[in-house]
């Protein structure tokens, strides 16, 4: 497999309070993670920078994961302890009290990938023909979309676009959607903040992907056009590609 990720400060912030990671175990899984923190003052940097540092120091330790659901429950577990962990900190540091994060995070091995989430940071899929967004936000707007209340151009320019209605770190509890899908040699998943998919189209995302441009270069690329489109918030991504191992090559 192929990796990268970056992230960006983007155009207006005065700080990047988003953190991503991509790790690889010893037998070749890949954990891909992107956190998009919120709350007081730099607090946000804390939230994200706890998500991701969490998942890293255990994940040098996971043995292979051989079905699904040993890659769904050990999802599960981390985030109720990395849940725990940030909603104690809260509580305990006052500068601190409120914050939070999204958190999406991908267990990538050669045969599926299995994907759980909170909040609004997507994952999306290349795989053939297709593009897909295999999240659903949990956000405010997104609530009113499904419920018919409001069409999704409506979401697009909603005054409260960016309240969420989960995130991690904020309750002592937390709800956490999964999903596993079978995935192939050529397929991309790419894992973001809402710095990128609030400006950057599916259409540009598919067709930033389909390129034969090297990984770096597309992230590059999805960075510059979110930064091109106004960049007011922070841009993270992570990009794994689903490459023929090499001894298997002819």
Known sequence: MRTFFMTNQGKVRQHNEDCAGVFENEVGNILGIVADGMGGHRAGDVASSMAVKHFASVWKDTEEFTT?????????????IANQQMYEY??????????????????????FMTIG??????????SGESFTQLTEDHSLVNEL?????ISKEDAEVHPRKNVLMRALGT???VALDMKTLAWEVDDTVLLCSDGLSNKVSMQQLNDTLRTDETIERKAETLVQLANDLGGEDNITLVLIEHVMPVQERG
């Open 68 to 80: 699904p659901q040993q890659a769904e429950q050990w999802i599960k577990e981390q985030v109720t």
């Open 90 to 111: 809260a509580s305990n540091n006052m500068e601190c009290q409120g914050m939070g994060t999204t958190l999406v995070v991908v267990i990538c091995t050669h045969h």
């Open 117 to 126: 989430h909170v909040g609004d940071s997507r994952c999306y899929m290349l």
């Open 145 to 149: 979309v499904r419920t018919g209340q």
């Open 171 to 173: 309750e002592e509890r």
